[in-house]
């Protein structure tokens, strides 16, 4: 009784392998990322792609950013990402944003003059997604957290810096 079940199962995983989604960095836009005593003031701005590459649509019931620096939380996203339904063949863009002041300890402090004094900061956006693919009478639902690396060119207070990731890709934690 199984077998049939197995089967149809493992074919259908097979086709459409939800395992090869991931989203991409296509820019973003430090605006502001500096320590004043042992705050930290940020501002960012990220264009995240979503790319359906299946011949099925596919239903966002959950999607969450967050911002890290040197494994700091510095926020979720200013507002919460919306739930979709991407169709076959398409992309959509999300533009996520991040604003705000965070307390910090001295290693950050330390690991931010570090980083500056080498020319480039790292940060890190956690995507988590919620994913239903539908195909006939089979629903499957799969969950996802994907790390989406920047690195900037330390900002100054009056000068945003860019970064141009063309579709860099997020990758599966």
């Known amino acids: 009784m199984w077998a049939p079940i197995t089967a149809t199962f493992l074919i259908y995983w097979l086709i459409y392998r939800p395992d090869r989604f991931h989203?991409?960095?296509d820019s973003a836009v430090l605006a502001t990322f500096?320590?004043?005593?042992?705050?930290?003031?940020?501002?960012l701005a990220v264009d995240l792609s979503f790319r359906n590459t299946q011949r099925v649509s596919i239903l966002?019931?959950?999607v969450a950013a967050s911002m890290y620096y040197n494994g700091t939380r510095l926020g979720p996203t200013d507002d919460a990402l919306p739930s979709f339904?991407?169709?076959p063949k398409n992309t959509i863009v999300l533009h996520p944003?991040?604003?705000?002041?965070?307390t910090v300890d001295s290693g950050v402090v330390a690991e931010l003059e570090r980083e500056r004094a080498a020319g480039t900061v790292h940060l890190r956006v956690t995507v988590s997604?919620?994913?239903?693919?539908?195909?006939l009478f089979i629903k499957d639902i799969f969950f996802y957290k994907y790390d989406c690396w920047l690195w900037f060119p330390p900002p100054s207070n009056s000068t945003p810096?860019?970064?141009?990731g063309d579709g860099t890709k997020c990758w599966r934690i």
């Open 60 to 62: 966002y019931l959950d």
């Open 129 to 135: 997604l919620t994913l239903m693919y539908k195909v």
């Open 97 to 102: 944003a991040f604003n705000g002041v965070v």
């Open 161 to 164: 810096v860019l970064f141009y």
């Open 85 to 87: 339904r991407q169709g």
């Open 23 to 25: 989203p991409r960095t």
């Open 34 to 43: 500096h320590i004043t005593n042992d705050s930290l003031r940020y501002d």
